[in-house]
């Protein structure tokens, strides 16, 4: 199957790490191609570095100026946690849940059903509908991070209760009526394991179709590069989440993205454990499978960002077996908490 193509949280390290290659300096040209950087802070409660190679610094102005306000608006589009003035949102949503359909703008109702869609091709590993739950480790990890020394974990009568709501839920997506409904009292929705991934290549789309191109962009960790750095491929690799250095670097060619789901990014800490917050739907606890991380290479950034979370919630071999269902070349690298490392793709080549 083939994906066709935010939410207010702590800020998170960026996973993905993008070599910037050296400006091309062309000696034929009276308008040499230049590297222009920037450093967006805010949306989806991260940072967002982006590239371009341009001729001209107001085009590459221009670049960043719009992917912004295009950022800025998924961000308050997907946001589970804020209101904002004029705005129907998913948080509208989720606090109609039971009683009334809302109207919603025609990009969110295709966020919704790219997540359903993510809910069945995972096998439930990526769920849209489990917000009941990771609203309740979202409320103890805050609570711990504000105050370390009372950190406690949720009873499982919460978390029962809530996994019983996310069981029985569903939702209503009327495009006639450009609304949505969640018919269960007290359920929601969560896209938080893809929202970041499908806005970036939505945005990164919209741009290209404009005419940019030999850009990237690097949405807290959800990496998607475009044509190359210069006249020369984008270098690309994984974070080693047990240092500073980094592993799987690979050059990736036309439209290529990359996103991490790891362990060491948010989590707390109970009695020595530490708990991260990618929860596994059977356990409705953090995903126990031994990774530290899981990266994935595709065309794609919302499918990455979707298949790096359903992948850490499997074991090896129920991945590779996730990956067959999937016709768009993928790469991935799993490292386990031990520090062994598995890759298929490109990335086997980027660890020898």
């Known amino acids: 199957m083939v994906f066709k193509t935010g939410v207010r949280r702590i800020v998170a390290s960026v996973a993905a790490i993008l070599f910037l290659l050296p400006a091309l300096l062309s000696s034929c040209s009276l308008s040499p191609v230049k590297r222009y950087s920037t450093v967006i802070d805010g949306p989806f409660d991260t940072a967002a570095q982006l590239v371009i190679y341009t001729e001209k610094k107001s085009d590459a102005e221009t670049f960043f100026s719009l992917f912004s306000e295009k950022l800025e608006a998924w961000d308050k589009l997907a946001d589970i946690y804020y209101e904002y003035d004029g705005l129907n949102n998913l948080r509208t949503l989720n606090l109609f849940a039971g009683a009334d359909p809302v109207e919603l703008d025609p990009r969110l109702l295709d966020l919704l059903e790219y997540g359903l869609e993510a809910r069945e091709t995972t096998g439930g590993r990526v769920d849209l509908l489990l917000g009941p739950v990771l609203a309740v480790w ?84 959800n990496l998607r590069v475009s044509g190359t750095a210069g006249s020369k491929p984008w270098t690309v690799a994984v974070r080693d989440p047990f240092g500073g250095g980094t592993v799987g670097e690979t050059e990736a060619t036309e439209a ?16 020595g454990i530490r708990y991260h917050h990618i929860v596994d739907p059977d356990t409705n606890a953090p995903a126990a ?64």
């Open 138 to 221: 979202h409320e103890y990890r805050t609570a711990a991070l504000d105050d370390p020394d009372n950190a406690r974990l949720p009873t499982n009568e919460e978390l029962s209760e809530a996994a019983q709501i996310a069981k029985s839920s569903s939702i209503v997506i009327d495009r006639d009526a450009g609304a949505a409904y969640l018919p269960i009292p007290g359920s929601s929705v969560d896209v938080g394991a893809f929202a970041k991934g499908y806005a970036t290549e939505q945005i990164c789309l919209e741009l290209e179709a404009l005419g940019y191109t030999d850009f990237a962009a690097n949405v807290g960790g």
């Open 289 to 352: 499978f031994g990774w530290a991380s899981v990266s994935v290479l595709t065309e794609d950034a919302g499918v990455a960002d979707v298949l790096s979370t359903a992948l850490f919630c499997l074991d090896r071999e129920a991945g590779v077996s996730l990956l067959s269902r999937f016709t768009s070349p993928v790469s991935v690298l799993w490292i386990a908490e031990s520090g062994e490392t598995f890759a298929v793709g490109a990335f086997a080549e980027g660890i020898e």
């Open 256 to 271: 290529t993205s990359l996103a991490t789901s790891g362990s060491y990014q948010r989590y707390y800490t109970v009695d």
